[in-house]
């Protein structure tokens, strides 16, 4: 049972375009939302998180928003860069528990 | 700090035998987690310690799989006998063991099993 899902596999964006990146999730005891990045033979790295007390959380050109009511989150790029070529994934956890869910990840490409 | 340690990098063994993956986890840290990354699942957890002590094996696949942390700075993950179907990259990650913090990933073992 997938808890967290990212549906779109991967996603080709033109450099200094927005990459948008979705995940759904079906537990609604999930309280806190990450996403990560990650690089071909490097461990996953984190990125940027919310809470579930906030619809929004921005760090310089990366945003994250959450939709509780949808159970939805998405991470917006913008610009995007080459450097932002990698696999993103969605995690989510609950307030208390330390067990992080991840989804199955969406590979992004900006294309030059 | 040199960040979580995973070792070997690569392994490939033939069915039947018996695999071992090694960690270590930033210092001062108290809680370590073993993932499986596979192209159908993504990221699955395996296992995770709090303080060395396994606190949820749920995601460890069948009894092939057994993960041990005998002390703070060592974690070992074992496959006995391995599969072809065991093959993936398997993470180690480590927290300073609070709710919502950041988990520190080491770069992966890959696992081929031929």
């Known amino acids: 049972d997938q808890q967290v899902k990212q549906n779109s596999p991967s996603l080709s964006v033109q450099e200094g375009r927005i990459s948008i990146l979705n995940c759904d999730y079906t537990n609604s005891m999930f309280d806190y939302f990450l996403w990560y990045k990650k690089y071909p033979a490097e461990g996953p790295t984190f990125l940027i998180s919310?809470?579930?007390?906030?619809d929004k959380n921005e760090d310089g050109r990366f945003t994250v928003f959450l939709n509780k009511s949808a159970k939805h989150l998405s991470l917006h790029i913008v610009p995007s860069q080459p450097g932002d070529s990698a696999v993103y994934f969605c995690?989510?956890?609950?307030?208390?528990?330390?067990?992080?869910?991840f989804g199955t990840g969406t590979r992004l490409t900006i294309i030059p | 700090d040199a960040g979580v340690i995973q070792s070997p990098r690569h392994e490939v063994t033939e069915m039947g035998q018996e695999v071992t993956l090694r960690c270590k986890p930033i210092s001062g840290h108290n809680s370590l987690f073993w993932y499986r990354q596979t192209m159908m699942r993504g990221l699955e957890l395996l296992i995770y310690f709090n303080n060395n002590v396994p606190i949820d094996d749920s995601g460890m696949p069948e009894d092939r799989f057994s993960a041990k942390m005998p002390n703070a700075s060592f974690s070992t993950l074992k496959i006995q006998p391995s599969e072809p179907r065991d093959s993936a990259v398997y993470f180690c990650?480590?927290?300073?063991?609070?709710?919502?913090?950041?988990?520190?990933f080491g770069q992966g073992t890959r696992l081929t099993v031929v």
């Open positions: 995690a989510a956890i609950i307030f208390g528990n330390e067990k992080l869910t």
């Open positions: 990650a480590s927290t300073l063991g609070q709710a919502n913090t950041e988990a520190f």
């Open positions: 919310i809470s579930s007390i906030k």
